[in-house]
């Protein structure tokens, strides 16, 4: 079992950054570095859309077209935690933004598909003036 708590989030003007981050809990038998994980979003009226995922080992990290050039995922396994660094906002980047974590993720296509993952956050909010 693994419990995940976002945070970072809040009003930024548009070409600003945001950095949220993910802390996970976990138990002896469901360590962090287990996992893959993942942030994605939803906005008002959207369904929810894959934004960026990273590999256990952060060897491999997979980026939504909205987001490359723009967003860098990290982690740090012996912090449990995960972290999304946001430049360059756009108000269209106006969303709960999730994280979620899971331990099956084998290929990009799996970190792109929310229903591959096993636990999420609660989301935090980002909103991003014009």
């Known amino acids: 079992q693994v419990q995940l708590v976002e945070s970072g989030g809040g009003l930024v003007q548009a070409g600003g950054s945001l950095r949220l981050s993910c802390a996970a809990s976990q138990t002896p038998f469901s360590p962090f570095s287990r996992y893959g994980m993942g942030w994605f979003r939803q906005a008002p009226g959207k369904e929810r859309e894959f934004v960026a995922g990273i590999s256990w080992s952060s060897g491999s990290t997979y980026y939504a077209d909205s987001a490359k050039g723009r967003f860098t995922i990290s982690r740090d396994n012996a912090k449990n935690t995960m972290y999304l660094q946001m430049n360059s906002l756009k108000p269209e980047d106006t969303a709960v933004y999730y994280c979620?974590?899971?331990?099956?993720?084998?290929?990009?296509?799996?970190?792109?598909?929310?229903?591959?993952?096993?636990?999420w956050g609660q989301g935090t909010q980002v909103t991003v003036s014009s």
């Open positions: 979620a974590a899971g331990s099956s993720l084998y290929s990009g296509t799996d970190y792109y598909t929310d229903r591959m993952y096993d636990y």
